[in-house]
């Protein structure tokens, strides 16, 4: 069983940066894709960005250029490095594991507790 422990974020100034982390515990094997969402005030939650087991990438229009999201393999971390932050960037970040049949399912998968950003002057 996967669980994912998510860090690293906290309130910031518009145009800085912070960098998620989601730490897996348990065994993450075969093929699998890991994503960010995020849920903002009133907002229903948005896919950020997807990384699967073959390095391939995905990012929602609104992140494109600012956030990048990467793995540490040996470390079964997944971050969120996000620059230029805008106040509509403020949100609860979440990270997600699916397996290959959870996504082609588009079965619930692994949730982490999420971490709040909040992007203000």
């Known amino acids: 069983q996967v669980q994912l422990v998510e860090s690293g974020g906290g309130l910031v100034q518009p145009g800085g940066s912070l960098r998620l982390s989601c730490a897996a515990s348990g065994i993450i094997s075969g093929v699998y894709v890991m994503s960010w969402y995020r849920q903002g005030p009133g907002k229903q939650r948005e896919l950020v960005a997807t990384?699967?087991?073959?390095?391939?990438?995905n990012y929602v229009d609104s992140v494109k250029g600012r956030f990048t999201i990467s793995r540490d393999y040996a470390k079964n971390t997944v971050f969120l490095q996000m620059n230029s932050l805008k106040p509509e960037d403020t949100a609860v970040y979440y990270c997600?594991?699916?397996?290959?049949?959870?996504?082609?399912?588009?079965?619930?998968?692994?949730w982490g507790q999420g971490t709040q950003v909040t992007v203000s002057s």
């Open positions: 990384i699967n087991s073959g390095g391939g990438t």
């Open positions: 997600r594991h699916q397996t290959f049949y959870d996504y082609r399912q588009n079965l619930e998968g692994t």
